[in-house]
């Protein structure tokens, strides 16, 4: 299998020293962070399974997609429509963009002041240490903020790439804008493809992605329970690999594993005390393997309950609304879908702190921890008003700006500690 592997990855033109440096570094931190960790659901196993073999199976099963002529599209953000995606018989594949690794890579580059998700995967290009951007063989990219969009015309040197142009506004104009950025990726797709979205495919797809959103709502609302049958760290990881694994495939194991936290429930059992302070965190999403935040509150005793994020609550919230076997319903229906994602690069995008405070109550939380990459902008500044706004709830909130690298968790750690003494019952 070792060997197989290092084969795929050499056709993909992968760095091999590199690759495994960064693979030895991801070992020793999964065993820190996730398998150190007491009283795991068995269902967590196959997650396990999945980190341990990162670079192997899933590239595989890719690959061998690949050879019998089907695409791989691979992506960055949850605006990308991935139901037109898998209607044209192509693999979409969320890319990673959560390791320090690849960040001084990328700083050969690009600007240092560029926050740390954008330089992570522009690194991982660069550097030729990831497989599944090697693997795919268009990058969708999207406008919603400027390091991005800038980012991409420099990756569109390396590969392929299409930008999808997100509005900033929620008006009448900006959706039909929208909509009209919906049709031409479909155009898009079907140019790569050589295949033809139809109505039956796309009605397909569609029910195909929203049965992994109604898993991953299930297994969301089992967080809202103390206690808590599952630790933030793992409900994260199940959340990230959501995003590259294959969709029916993930939608099966999410509901095992809902199917065991069921009895935890019905027992109450939890993987921590009643008790236990309980968080959520919002903001700036967290590629797979950013377990910094998760990790360094769960280690103080406190236990994170939701993700108002883009590997959180973002990304499942909303269905695509069933449009019957009419093609332009069915696409408006994506469009409209899309456009309900309350990203920071909208303005103004006041829904989010409304999501947050009906989150903090639904999930029981006694705070909140605004998560903000720095040299983001647009969660940065959205951080005044979400603060207002949980002020004026009563609501605690503590303010983080960090990056990937393990510099400031000391400091984090004290910061986080405090809190948590403040808002004990
Ligand atoms: S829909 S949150 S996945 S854009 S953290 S790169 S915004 S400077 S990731 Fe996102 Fe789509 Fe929005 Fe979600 Fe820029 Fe900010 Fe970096 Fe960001």
Request: hydrophobic share 40%; proline share 4%.
């Amino acid at each position: 299998m070792a060997n197989e592997n290092v084969r795929m990855w050499t056709e993909l033109n992968i760095d091999l020293k590199s690759h495994d440096m960064l693979m030895n570094a991801l070992g020793p931190i999964f065993q820190e962070v996730y398998l150190s960790q007491k009283n795991r659901p068995a269902g967590m196993g196959f997650y396990d399974f999945v980190v341990g073999d990162i670079h192997g199976i899933r590239v595989k099963e890719l690959r061998e997609h690949a050879k019998t002529g089907g695409k791989v599209v691979a992506t960055y953000c949850v605006f990308v429509p991935e139901e037109l995606v898998w209607a044209a018989g192509a693999i979409p594949v969320g890319l990673c963009a959560g390791t320090q690794f690849s960040v001084p890579i990328a700083e050969e580059v690009l600007p240092r002041n560029t926050c740390a998700l954008i330089k992570s995967s522009f690194g991982f290009k660069l550097g030729r240490v990831c497989p599944y951007v090697q693997a795919s063989h268009l990058i969708v990219g999207e406008t919603t903020c400027d390091g991005k969009k800038k980012m991409f015309e420099m990756l569109g040197q390396l590969q392929p790439v299409y930008v999808m142009e997100v509005p900033n506004k929620k008006t009448e104009r900006s959706r039909e804008l929208w909509h009209g950025e919906v049709l031409a990726f479909k155009d898009v797709i079907e140019q790569l493809t050589g295949t033809k979205i139809t109505a039956k495919k796309l009605g397909q797809a569609i029910d195909l992605v929203n049965k992994r959103r109604l898993a991953l709502q299930r297994f969301y609302n089992l967080r809202k329970v103390r206690p808590v049958p599952i630790s933030g760290k793992d409900a994260l990881l199940a959340t990230q690999v959501s995003f590259y694994d294959d969709a029916q495939r993930d939608t099966q194991m999410l509901n095992a594993l809902c199917d065991e936290l069921d009895k935890r429930v019905a027992a109450g059992q939890g993987v921590a005390p009643k008790n236990a302070p309980r968080i959520l965190v919002s903001g700036s999403p967290m590629a797979i393997p950013n377990w910094k935040l998760h990790h360094l509150v769960e280690s103080t005793g406190a236990v994170v309950v939701c993700e108002e994020s883009c590997t959180g609550t973002r990304f499942f919230s909303d269905l695509v609304k069933p449009a019957g076997d009419n093609l332009d319903e069915q696409l408006k229906a994506i469009a409209d879908r899309y456009m309900n994602i309350h990203c920071a690069c909208f303005t103004p995008n006041d829904e989010r702190p409304d999501d947050v405070v009906r989150l903090a109550k639904e999930y029981q939380a006694d705070g909140v921890i605004h998560y903000n990459l720095q040299f983001c902008h647009t969660y940065a500044n959205e951080a005044v008003k979400m603060a207002k706004r949980l002020e004026k709830e009563g609501i605690p909130l503590l303010r983080i700006e960090t990056d990937y690298s393990d510099e400031d968790a000391g400091q984090l750690r004290t910061r986080i500690e405090a809190f948590l003494e403040m808002i004990k019952h």
